[in-house]
């Protein structure tokens, strides 16, 4: 079912091209080089970079189950 589920996804491209998790071919090291290209993009143009990065380590322990 889940390789069914998959070629149907891909084949009516039904996900966002940044949508890394959970694909293959679509590691955490692609998104990571995706940001990297857009940051550089941004500073050879001379405007602002602004980064905001939440560690979110812990978030699933503190919902009530």
Partial sequence: ????????I???SLLNDYQFGF?????TSLALIDVI???YSHLDNKEYVLGI???LKKA???VDH
């Fill in 53 to 55: 990065y939440l560690d």
């Fill in 10 to 12: 891909t084949a009516n």
């Fill in 37 to 39: 290209d857009n940051v």
């Fill in 23 to 27: 694909r293959r071919h679509h590691s």
């Fill in 60 to 62: 699933f322990s503190t």
């Fill in 1 to 8: 079912m889940a390789s069914r589920l998959t070629k149907f």
